[in-house]
């Protein structure tokens, strides 16, 4: 016999008490609707001028679902630095440009959107026909996008890309999205040293760190149980008991292009009480599979014991 824990993230929003929908919103206290109704309280402060235009940016604001979405913007035209052409795409003209503001991206620490990448290379595209073809490059580049800003003197329309047309990574190779996931699982390395002395369980924690995929993708770990701090039961059944923690280290996140830990994070611990190992391993997998087929989505994120 032995007791066993699995941690949880918190399953309800802190503003609005709705819970998390999204596979990995718990994790980050993401709140879809929270997030959307903060985007059109912003709608009034700001426009490009143009109303079909306005929806346009608006419609595409909307269109977000998960954490790491680009939030789509209206961008002034004197952001942009050191504009160069480089190169044509049909009758469209491509410039690359520094963007001082840099985009919005979502802070997993203070859990806001904020702008932390300053001065970044994109790639501007500029329109001199109607806007029914930025509406079909939209499409096109879906994913890769900032939004669309304005040539005030030649009043031509630009939508903002990502820099980049090249998809490999400078230092390894390998086809990359926005950066390099191979590069980064390597990095990563450097900040898991916690290790259950247990093979069983210690080989599950390899395989499912190996298998991140995004940038939202959760760190799956081996917590030791020193690391919690204020534990309160909550809830008891036959063979588990659910308890409120403070997890001291909190989960390893990739911020504004890093990764490090968001400490003091709220999280609840089940611990079942059961015969072996084994059994444990079981009710873990048994999690994992409902998670990754979205049942429970937002159900756990890591281990300890
Ligand atoms: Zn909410
Ligand atoms: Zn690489």
């Known amino acids: 016999m032995g007791d066993y824990i699995i941690v949880f993230p918190k399953l309800y929003c802190k503003k609005c008490d709705k819970k998390y929908k999204g596979r990995f919103d718990a994790n980050y206290e993401w709140c879809l609707s929270c997030q959307t109704n903060n985007l059109k309280q912003n709608f009034t402060n700001w426009t490009s001028g143009n109303e079909k235009i306005d929806n346009l940016i608006q419609e595409m604001q909307l269109e977000i679902n998960k954490l790491d979405d ?108 926005y950066i390099c996931l191979l590069c980064y699982k390597n990095y990563l390395k450097k900040f898991l040293f916690n290790w259950s002395g247990n093979e069983k369980i210690d080989n599950l924690v390899k395989q499912k760190q190996l298998k991140i995929n995004f940038f939202i993708d959760i760190i799956f770990e081996f917590i030791p149980y020193n690391r919690f701090n204020d534990i309160k039961e909550i809830n008891r059944t036959n063979c588990t008991i659910i308890y409120s923690a403070v997890w001291n280290d909190g989960p390893l996140l990739h911020n504004n292009k890093k990764w490090a830990r968001e400490s003091n994070k709220k999280v609840s611990l089940k611990l079942y009480n059961l015969q072996n190992i084994d059994e444990f391993l079981n009710e873990v997998l048994k999690l994992l599979i409902s998670f990754f087929f979205g049942k429970y989505y937002n159900l756990f994120f890591f281990l300890s014991l």
Do not use: H, M
């Open 70 to 177: 680009i939030i789509f913007e209206w961008i002034p035209y004197n952001q942009f630095n050191d504009i160069k052409e480089i190169g044509e795409e049909g009758f469209d003209k491509v410039y690359s440009a520094i963007w001082n503001d840099g985009p919005l991206g979502f802070d997993k620490y203070k859990n806001e959107y904020t702008r932390n990448l300053q001065d970044i290379k994109v790639a501007l595209k500029l329109y001199s026909g109607l806007l029914n073809e930025i509406k079909e490059d939209l499409n096109k580049y879906y994913g890769k996008i900032f939004g669309i800003s304005q040539n005030p003197y030649t009043k031509n329309y630009i939508i903002v890309l990502e820099n980049g047309f090249s998809r490999i990574c400078e230092k390894c190779g390998e086809i990359k999205e």
